[in-house]
């Protein structure tokens, strides 16, 4: 007699890149999965925490080497009901521009049973990296979090919204679009409002460029900074460690910080 297959998707959050960042409540999903669909984002180390029979396929969006959502979705489908239960596992949150809750509601249409596991958000983990935090008292009460990339490519409206405020401002998927943000920045009367940009957050990798909302596309370029990246936007980002550049240790000093 044939085992009864239970179809199941588990759509997990790895965290923001250090392997060592997933949760513990991942990490035992991942021991019970018999199929783990993976993005690009991936440390390949955390699949070790998979049983040796699991098979790991991966599914990530890379320039020449791209899988749709669309082809995503139906292998969710076709490996819940030929193996039972999957893993997706996602880079950071899968519920913070993950499309997580896009695969949930694709496979529930297909009576399959769903679940989800949070992930450290790269949009909080990373700044924090590098000393900057989100809030700190009597300098920023709130942040926004925005993708620097919408589905029609444009930037998204929002961030002239949040310029409006004192929030601490991140931008997710944003390093296409440096020379729009710089633009609106200084259209908005916020050209030199402390800016950073992190490559490679949480890992041995990671890259730290610390300027104003003005120069960021001059620090990609001088830094040679790509993608993965966050941009943080706001007064918190004075709290950031320190760098050996000249022109931002005296913005740091003459800029009265948090006076």
């Known amino acids: ?14 965290g923001p890149g250090d392997p ?12 019970q999965a018999q199929v783990v669909l993976y993005d690009a984002l991936i440390d390949p180390v ?14 990530g969006k890379r320039p020449g080497q791209s899988f749709s959502q669309e082809s995503i979705n139906d292998l969710i489908v076709e490996k819940a009901y030929a193996s039972g239960h999957v893993v997706r596992l ?39 990296t ?16 925005i993708t620097g990339t919408k589905t029609d490519g444009s930037l998204s409206r929002d961030l002239c919204l949040a310029l409006c405020t004192t929030a601490t401002v991140v931008v997710l998927m944003g390093m296409n679009k440096l020379e729009e943000i ?15 940009i992190l490559q490679n957050g949480t890992t041995a990798e990671q890259r730290t460029a610390l300027g104003t909302a003005q120069e960021l596309p001059r620090l990609a370029l001088e830094h ?15 709290y950031g460690y320190r760098s050996n550049d000249a022109e931002w240790q005296d913005f740091l000093k003459n800029g009265n910080l948090f006076s």
């Open 46 to 59: 955390l699949l070790d925490h998979c049983s040796p029979d699991t098979e790991k396929i991966y599914v």
């Open 90 to 128: 996602k880079g950071g949150d899968p519920f913070v521009f993950g499309r997580g809750q896009e695969e949930i509601e694709y496979a529930r249409q297909f009576g399959i049973e769903t679940d989800y596991v949070p992930g450290i958000s790269s949009a909080l983990a990373v700044a924090g």
């Open 20 to 31: 060592d960042l997933i949760t513990l409540k991942a990490v035992k999903v991942l021991k």
């Open 1 to 14: 007699m044939s085992k009864k297959i239970n179809p199941k998707l588990t759509v997990v959050g790895a």
């Open 224 to 238: 040679k900074l790509s993608n993965p990246a966050v941009i943080v936007l706001g007064e918190v980002v004075r």
């Open 130 to 145: 590098a000393g900057i935090p989100m809030t700190a008292r009597g300098v920023s009460e709130s942040f926004w979090v």
């Open 182 to 196: 710089a633009e609106l920045c200084c259209k908005m009367g916020k050209a030199d409002l402390p800016a950073a």
